[in-house]
C-alpha cells in the first residue's frame, strides 16, 4: 500500500469525524442551546445544525409537557389532623436558555419544591378544606410554584392532589358523623311527612263533616277494596260514636211510646215472668167487677 493511499484513506476517516462531531440534529419538540467556550450565543431551532468541534457545545432541551409524580407527604392541617396527601404536577420548559444556565437539574429541584410547598398550602387549610375544595388547594400550590420556578424558565400548568390518606380512627368518626347526617335527614323528612299527612286529614275530615254523603262513599270504596282481596269476612265500618248515639235515641224512644201505650190503656205491674223482669198489664173485666 502506497503512501498516497494512506493519506487518503486517513483524510476520509477524518473527515467522518470530523462530520460525526460538527453535526447535530434538532427535534422537533426540542431546542437547542449553542455554547461557544462556555458562552451562550444562541438558540438552535429544529432540524440538520453544524457546529465547531471541540469549540461548540450544544445541549438540548425538551418542550415537552412532563409529568412529575409528588411523593406521599406526611401533613398536618390546621384543625391538628395527620394525613398522608401525594400529588402529581405537570410543567414544561418554555425558556431553554433559562432551564440550562439558571438551574441545574430541573426534574429533581421541581420535585423538592413542589413537595415543600404542597406541605405549606395544605397545612393552611381544615381537613373538611383538604376534602371538599381541592380545586383551591391546586390553584395555590400551581400559583407558589410558578413563583419560584419562572426564574428557572419552567412554567408549571397543572397541579392536582391525587390521594388523602387519612388515620383510621378519623375514618370511622368520619362515618359515624355521615351516619348520624343521613339518620338526621331522614327524621326531617319523616317529620314532615307526617306533618303533611295530618294536615291532609283534617282537610279530609272537615270535607266529609260537611258532606256526610262522603263518608258514605268511603265506606263503600272500602267493601269494593275488601271484595277484590277475595276475604270471606267482611266488616263494614261505621263511626262508633254516632252509632251509639243511634242506638241510644232509638230504644229511648221505643221505651217511651210503651210507656205511653200501657198509661193510656191503664196497665198494672206483673211480676210473672220468669225472667223476673217487672212490665205492666191491663187488667182483667172479671178483676173490675168484683172490687
Not at 238 to 262: G, Y
Request: glycine share 4%; hydrophobic share 45%.
Amino acid at each position: 500500500m502506497s503512501t498516497t493511499s494512506i493519506w487518503l484513506i486517513v483524510s476520509a476517516v477524518a473527515v467522518v469525524l470530523l462530520a460525526a462531531l460538527s453535526i447535530r440534529v434538532v427535534v422537533q419538540y426540542e431546542r437547542g442551546v449553542l455554547m461557544r467556550f462556555g458562552r451562550v450565543v444562541g438558540l438552535r431551532e429544529p432540524g440538520l445544525r453544524f457546529i465547531v468541534p471541540v469549540v461548540d457545545r450544544m445541549v438540548k432541551v425538551s418542550l415537552r409537557v412532563v409529568t412529575m409524580p409528588i411523593q406521599s407527604q406526611g401533613i398536618i392541617t390546621r384543625d391538628n389532623v395527620s394525613v398522608d396527601i401525594s400529588a402529581v404536577a405537570y410543567y414544561r420548559v418554555v425558556d431553554a436558555v433559562k432551564s440550562v444556565v439558571a438551574i441545574e437539574n430541573v426534574r429533581a429541584a421541581i420535585d423538592q419544591i413542589a413537595q415543600t410547598t404542597l406541605r405549606k398550602v395544605v397545612g393552611l387549610h381544615s381537613l373538611d378544606q383538604a376534602l371538599a375544595d381541592t380545586d383551591a388547594i391546586n390553584t395555590d400550590i400551581r400559583r407558589m410554584l410558578d413563583t419560584t420556578t419562572l426564574e428557572w424558565g419552567i412554567d408549571v400548568t397543572l397541579v392536582e392532589l391525587k390521594d388523602i390518606q387519612l388515620p383510621d380512627s378519623m375514618k370511622r368518626a368520619m362515618a359515624r358523623e355521615a351516619e348520624a347526617e343521613r339518620e338526621k335527614r331522614a327524621k326531617i323528612i319523616a317529620a314532615e311527612g307526617e306533618s303533611l299527612a295530618a294536615a291532609s286529614l283534617g282537610k279530609a275530615a272537615d270535607t266529609m263533616a260537611a258532606h256526610p254523603i262522603a263518608l258514605q262513599l268511603r265506606n263503600l270504596q272500602t267493601l269494593m277494596e275488601i271484595g277484590v282481596e277475595k276475604n270471606t269476612t267482611v266488616v263494614f265500618p261505621a263511626p262508633l260514636i254516632s252509632a251509639i248515639s243511634d242506638m241510644e235515641a232509638f230504644v229511648a224512644k221505643e221505651t217511651n211510646a210503651a210507656a205511653r201505650s200501657a198509661k193510656d190503656a191503664g196497665a198494672v205491674p206483673s211480676e210473672e215472668y220468669p225472667t223476673g223482669q217487672r212490665s205492666w198489664v191491663p187488667e182483667p173485666p172479671e178483676l173490675e167487677r168484683t172490687r
